[in-house]
Structures are given as structure tokens and as C-alpha cells.
């Protein structure tokens, strides 16, 4: 099973963009076996589902986000990569990336989350 | 936009069961996914395909399906089973995921 792990700037400012990155290892990113999706928890509340890309490049968003999210894969990195544009505090949360498999055996691999707070 | 609904909070006492339902309209369509968080850690898949359970999940985990309504079930809880569980689906188009609410279980 893979790993995941996400990186990227903890504070971000209202109205800039949000860039987030998830290195996969243990496996190709490229293998067919996983949809790669972003999933955000603000603190205390529950889980959001914000999109995810299968290594074709076809992406689905959440219909709530669609406007503002763009993710991306870099397959030469073996990293895939979100973008969440225009930010509010309340975009404020823990940013988790995730291996959906992609015959429907649900997100069997997490990373370990990452806060990412919209202060200025 | 396409919704689950979990009740917030399930009680039992150890060895008891534990029943947590999750409520759609597409769910006699879409699979459906139970995922286990604790405190400060990330989620972890318990159920996939309403009752498949993957390796390395305890037997005391199951998962049923009637209708537009999900059951995740733990028998025999313990106090590690003491955790947030959410259910997860697709909408009826299937392309688009969605969480329930979440679910506080507590071992009393």
C-alpha cells in the first residue's frame, strides 16, 4: 500500500491561493490502482470531500468548490498537487490527500493531514 | 447538493453492539464506505462496498445495506472503538463524493 504525505505554507492570506502538494512513495502514482483526491476537516467539524484526478488528468470537483479548486498530477515527481483559489478563514482546515482505489474499494491511503490557516 | 445524514452520537457500553446508520437518497445506487478517525489522526477505511472489510479491520466490524439507509454495526465494542466514524458515498451521477455528517461513538 502506498504513502502519502502533504506539504505546503501552513498561512495563507484572504483572497490569495491556497497550494498544497502529496508526494506518493511506495508506489507509482502513475499504476491505474488509485484516484488521487483531497479531502479538508476544518477543526471540530467533519470531513469534505474537494476533488480528486485519476492519472489520466480526468478530475472531479465538489460542485461547492468547483470554482475555486484546480488539481493537478506531476507524474515525474510521482506528486499530485491542489490549488484552491480566492481563500476565506473559512477555508481553514486540515487538508488530508488520499488513494481512492479505483475499483471501488474505497480511501484505503491517507496522509497524515496538514493545517493550513487563512489569516492575515 | 447530495447529502448523508448520521445521527452525531452513539452510546454503548463495552461488549455491547453498536449500531450507526447513514441515511441517502442515492445509496441503492452507490456503494457505500465507513471510516474510523481518532483524536488527531487521520481517517481510516473500516468498510468499503457496504460490507467488505479490509485486511487487518477486527471481525467485530460489519456493514449492511437496506434501502437508501447504510448500517455500520461493531459488536462486541471495545474502548478502542471509542472514535468518530463517518460514512461516505457518491451522488447519483457517481462522480462526485460526499461525507456524512460524522458519528461520536462512545464506550461508556
Known amino acids: 500500500q502506498v504513502q502519502l504525505q502533504e506539504s505546503g505554507p501552513g498561512l495563507v492570506k484572504p483572497s490569495q491561493t491556497l497550494s498544497l502538494t502529496c508526494t506518493v512513495s511506495?508506489?507509482?502514482?502513475?499504476?491505474?490502482?488509485?484516484?488521487w483526491s483531497w479531502i479538508r476537516q476544518p477543526a471540530g467539524k467533519g470531513l469534505e470531500w474537494i476533488g480528486r484526478?485519476?492519472?489520466?488528468?480526468?478530475?472531479n470537483y465538489n460542485p461547492s468548490l468547483k470554482s475555486r479548486v484546480t488539481i493537478s498530477v506531476d507524474t515525474s515527481k510521482n506528486q499530485f498537487s491542489l490549488k484552491l483559489s480566492s481563500v476565506t478563514a473559512a477555508d481553514t482546515a486540515v487538508y488530508y490527500c488520499?488513494?481512492?482505489?479505483?475499483?471501488?474499494?474505497?480511501?484505503?491511503?491517507w496522509g497524515q493531514g496538514t493545517l493550513v490557516t487563512v489569516s492575515s | 447538493s447530495y447529502e448523508l445524514t448520521q445521527p452525531p452520537s452513539v452510546s454503548v457500553s463495552p461488549g455491547q453492539t453498536a449500531r450507526i446508520t447513514c441515511s441517502g437518497d442515492?445509496?441503492?445506487?452507490?456503494?457505500a464506505y465507513w471510516y474510523q478517525q481518532k483524536p488527531g489522526q487521520a481517517p481510516v477505511l473500516v468498510i468499503y462496498?457496504?460490507?467488505e472489510r479490509p485486511s487487518g479491520i477486527p471481525e467485530r466490524f460489519s456493514g449492511s445495506s437496506s434501502g437508501t439507509t447504510v448500517t455500520l454495526t461493531i459488536s462486541g465494542v471495545q474502548a478502542e472503538d471509542e472514535a468518530d466514524y463517518y460514512c461516505?458515498?457518491?451522488?447519483?451521477?457517481?462522480?462526485?463524493?460526499?461525507f456524512g455528517g460524522g458519528t461520536k461513538l462512545t464506550v461508556l
Open positions: 484526478i485519476y492519472t489520466s488528468g480526468s478530475t
Open positions: 488520499a488513494g481512492d482505489y479505483y475499483d471501488s474499494s474505497g480511501m484505503g491511503a
Open positions: 442515492a445509496l441503492p445506487k452507490q456503494y
Open positions: 511506495g508506489g507509482s502514482i502513475s499504476s491505474g490502482s488509485y484516484y
Open positions: 462496498k457496504d460490507s
Open positions: 461516505q458515498s457518491a451522488d447519483s451521477s457517481g462522480t462526485s463524493r460526499v
